[in-house]
């Protein structure tokens, strides 16, 4: 069974920083390119950041950039997210997403596995 696996969620002021996780069991997703999505209350959702298959190309919503950083340790079948400078409007569920393919994406359509989300909650 192939599983993503999300941690690293909770309550954080703004300003503050998280750093989420996302574990990938049941099968290897180091040739895969992966992205992290959110979705807030009453909103479709959106794209944050996603990683090549090797983990040199990134690319960011122009919402975090420079706030966040995504990236990737294959051996450990694991996608992160540091997320710094925190802000209210950051507030969501958070998404990791990997594809079959080895580019990136911004499109939710194109990714074929989905976790389960984590909750980001930040206070101002």
């Known amino acids: 069974q192939v599983q993503l696996v999300e941690s690293g969620g909770g309550l954080v002021q703004a300003g503050g920083s998280l750093r989420l996780s996302c574990a990938g069991s049941?099968?290897?997703?180091?040739?895969?390119?992966m992205g992290w999505f959110r979705q807030a209350p009453g909103k479709e959702r959106e794209f944050v950041a996603a990683?090549?298959?090797?983990?040199?190309?990134?690319n960011y919503a122009d919402s975090v950039k420079g706030r966040f950083t995504i990236s990737r340790d294959n051996a450990k079948n694991t996608v992160y997210l540091q997320m710094s400078s925190l802000k209210p409007e950051d507030t969501a569920v958070y998404y990791c997403?990997?594809?079959?393919?080895?580019?990136?994406?911004?499109?939710?359509?194109?990714?074929?596995?989905w976790g389960q989300g984590t909750q980001v909650t930040v206070s101002s």
């Open positions: 997403a990997a594809r079959t393919a080895r580019t990136r994406s911004t499109l939710p359509h194109e990714y074929d596995y």
């Open positions: 049941g099968r290897t997703f180091s040739s895969n390119a």
């Open positions: 990683i090549s298959w090797s983990g040199v190309s990134t």
